[in-house]
């Protein structure tokens, strides 16, 4: 089977950094998915790491260790904005993804 | 460019419908894939489909099936509806076939069954 644990809400100011960890157990791994989604709203891709190691995109990166089958998503300089939910999805086949449950971030003023 | 747009929006059935459920995926995106949302989970995997072949699929029952047409556009079907189906149903296309695609999501089919 799979599975992957995410916290389920994190709280943060504006301005603030915050780190959202995922780990998972997989019987096929190819690589760890960010999604971010807005209540209602579709989820959009955020990064991907195949290798270990981080990945950097604007105000996000994300990070992998595949030897700890653990990987983070790093928000910094949040914004109201980025209050939303944020999945982590392992990549177990060609365009298959197995998502977490979830992590809402909710950020305060 | 349009992106993934599903259709209809929201939907309501009775126990033991029918329903269909219908995707355009981002032109020229030849891989469509289906997920299940329920409230406060993570989608979950039903199909995917490339070149018009099933590829891949998740644990659904056999009321659940899918296809997908030669515009690359796609059906999710499901027969005798149970009222643990209410949820929202993604789908998402990509470019190909890989184990790193970035997926692109529709906006979701919210499905209640009463």
């Known amino acids: 089977g799979q599975s992957l644990e995410q916290p389920s809400e994190v709280t943060a100011v504006e301005g603030a950094i915050v780190q959202i960890n995922c780990t998972y157990q997989t019987s096929g791994f190819y690589g760890l998915s960010w999604y971010q989604q807005h209540d209602g709203g579709a989820p959009t891709f955020l990064s991907y790491n195949g290798l270990d190691g981080l990945e950097e995109t604007g105000r996000f990166s994300s990070f992998l260790s595949r030897s700890d089958s653990y990987g983070y998503l790093l928000l910094q300089e949040l914004q109201m904005k980025d209050s939303a939910s944020y999945f982590c999805a392992v990549s177990s086949g060609y365009s298959t993804l197995t998502f977490g449950k979830g992590t809402m971030l909710l950020v305060s003023p | 460019d349009a992106g993934v747009t599903q259709s209809p929006t929201h939907l309501i059935k009775t126990r033991g419908q029918h329903v269909t459920l219908r995707c355009s995926p981002i032109s020229g995106h030849k891989s469509v894939s289906w997920y299940q949302q329920v409230l406060g989970q993570g989608p979950q995997f039903i199909f995917q489909?490339?070149?018009?072949?099933?590829?891949g699929r998740g644990n659904f029952p056999d009321r659940f099936s899918a296809r997908q047409f030669p515009n690359y556009s796609s059906e999710l079907n499901v027969n005798a509806l149970l009222l643990g189906d209410s949820a929202l149903y993604l789908c998402a296309s990509s470019l190909r076939q890989t184990t790193n695609e970035k997926l692109f999501f529709g906006s979701g089919t919210q499905l209640s069954v009463l």
């Open positions: 489909y490339y070149e018009k072949e099933e590829r």
